[in-house]
């Protein structure tokens, strides 16, 4: 059995992917909103429209990695390290699923007049209904990007400590190439939050439905991370 070693990092996933995606994603954002306002005020800043299939798209590769990655968790070096990756499979679930409303935003069936009384946006979903469903795992998210996407590598880098491939770390945290989708998903929000602590808004055009653009980072940040393991297994077999 060859487990990959740590020089391989480079080799992981695709430029295209890690590199050109993310980046293809922000600036696609900003030129739409530069070149046509009216239509990407319609079509992504509509609750019910291009964002949130968008994400739910860009999440069903992962979706697909953590079902493979979970099937194949025997050869895994920890045990634990399957039940955090199915783990991790099921909250890209709950956050496709979310974005759809479980499919109303498809289907455009009606929201059950239970869910419907308590659903801020009447819709057949639980994000809208408190923020334990919401703000509170997007902290936990977004915290997660910050610390494994980035500040891991930093420390790493600082330290020169790396890790082993017979190491759990080497499987738990993200893989150095999720650096610069981490990085994005977290500078998008950051011009609103400083402007708005001065009592002010992004100029045009960056005045874009931020949170939209990073929940499209976060789902690049998940699918990533799962097919970069799927990835790193699959070559313990070759």
Known sequence: MTIPSDTDESRILPAWA?????IGLVAGVLAWRIVDESSYRAHFENELGFAENGTAVLLIPGIYAALIVWRLRE??????LG???????????????EELSWGQSLFHWETPELLERVNDQGETNIHNISSWFDQKPR??????VLFGGVLFHVWSKATGRRCPPGHWAYWFWPARQL??????????MMPKRILESFGSLPPPPFDI????LQEYLFAVFLTLYLWSVLTRLRATSS
């Open 83 to 97: 039940f955090w990756y199915g783990l991790v499979g099921l909250g890209c679930v709950y956050f496709a699923g």
């Open 75 to 80: 050869r895994l070096p920890f045990r634990l």
């Open 18 to 22: 890690w590199a050109w995606l993310p």
């Open 209 to 212: 439905r931020e949170t939209e």
């Open 179 to 188: 650096i610069p989708v981490s990085v994005l998903a977290l500078i998008v």
């Open 139 to 144: 902290l936990l998210l977004e915290l997660w």
